[in-house]
């Protein structure tokens, strides 16, 4: 369901509601046009305001942006209240769901970014090894407000979050070491770059983007629906939070791309040719996830939770950790930084192409 519309009890199909995206919002329907806006806003702030992404670089710490760590709980928490937790069950023992996901988001999505990184980049050492970091740190922010407004599994999304939460944490530096340093080397390739990973920054990254607002969302759901009841606080409560989960975004990307502005606008060419790696990698983790979700007989609104979540990556990690390893004027740090500058649109489109998809299954979400 859109962030800004209420909430019913069920999402109707495709066969019983008609067009969905006639039925979304002023906010949600220009989604698009919002976020080319704020992307510009951000863009031209950072470039024509002098000292702007210093300043804001300084308000962090231990390595995580404050004002960017504030829109993402902005945007992530009324998402999180609409999550209906007591059908958790149903979503993990889901065993199709469950084995896809880890499948396509810690064999096959860190493969496919290192395979196209070489293809793309073999002459650019720095925008290759940038690009890897990207593909390691998979979705746990963003993929909610895609899924949501894709009209996927809110339960599901807040499982495979987690759940890439918790591979993230034990994963990232091992995933690091075997394609950054082992596999180029048995590969012939060159002798490899350490990466430098502190769990603790990762642990951390995971408990702020989203422990707590998954904590504040569980607990908003727990009280509202024990003092108004479920359908009140559906009907009632959650309409009048939703648009704030699109505000967050909103704020977050201007914030995001007034702190690197000058560094993109700096390097277009080199901005372009690590653009291209990038919109092979989205679309080859939607499509095939999404493939893969319907081949296993998934309902549609799981199957697009699947394709999202894989689509997704943790620009913040990413960049944190390139620029902690490489510096903030290094290569890897730039690789890092176009991420969201591609991923967003690509995504916000791929919404827009799910919800045409939607429309193929039948009236049972199949």
């Known amino acids: 369901m859109p962030a800004a519309e209420p909430v019913a009890p069920r999402r109707p199909t495709a066969a019983e509601g008609g067009g969905v995206v006639g039925r979304l919002s002023t906010l949600d329907r220009f989604l698009a046009v919002w976020i080319l806006l704020a992307m510009a806003l951000g863009l031209g702030l950072g470039r024509l305001v002098p000292g702007l992404g210093d300043a804001l670089a300084v308000v962090e710490t231990g390595g995580i942006s404050l004002p960017i760590a504030v829109g993402l709980l902005v945007m992530m928490y009324p998402v999180l209240a609409k999550v209906r937790y007591d059908r958790f069950d149903a979503v993990t023992g889901d065993r199709r769901l469950i084995v896809s996901s880890l499948v396509v988001n810690w064999l096959v999505g860190p493969a496919v970014m290192f395979a196209l990184a070489w293809i793309f980049l073999a002459d650019l050492p720095e925008y290759r090894t ?137 390097h277009p060419l080199d901005v372009a040719r690590i653009a291209l790696p990038l919109l092979v990698y989205f679309a080859v983790m939607w499509f095939g996830s999404f493939a893969l979700g319907r081949a296993v007989g998934l309902p549609y609104d799981r199957t697009a939770t699947l394709a999202f979540t894989a689509a997704g990556n943790n620009f913040e990690l990413a960049i944190a950790v390139a620029i902690a390893t490489f510096g903030v004027t290094s290569g890897q740090a730039l690789a890092g930084v176009v991420g969201p500058l591609i991923e967003v649109p690509v995504l916000v489109a791929l919404v827009h192409v799910s919800l045409a998809r939607r429309r193929k299954f039948d009236a049972t979400g199949r």
Not at 133 to 148: H, S, T
Not at 182 to 188: D, E, M, N, W, Y
Request: charged letters at 15%; hydrophobic letters at 55%; a neutral charge.
């Open 130 to 266: 940038g690009l890897i970091i990207v593909g390691l740190a998979r979705c746990i922010a963003m993929v909610v407000i895609w899924n949501d407004l894709a009209c996927g599994d809110r339960e599901a999304a807040a499982v495979l979050v987690a759940l890439n939460s918790a591979f993230q944490v034990v994963a990232f530096g091992l995933l690091g070491w075997f394609y950054l340093d082992l596999l180029p080397a048995r590969l012939g390739l060159g002798d490899g770059e350490h990466l430098d990973v502190s769990l603790w920054k990762i642990a951390l990254n995971v408990v702020v983007f989203l422990g707590v607002p998954l904590l504040a969302g569980y607990l908003t759901r727990r009280v509202g629906e024990r003092k108004l009841g479920r359908e009140a606080y559906e009907s009632g409560f959650l309409p009048r939070i939703g648009p704030w989960a699109l505000y967050g975004l909103l704020f977050t990307i201007v914030t995001l791309f007034a702190l690197q502005g000058r560094t993109i606008t700096s």
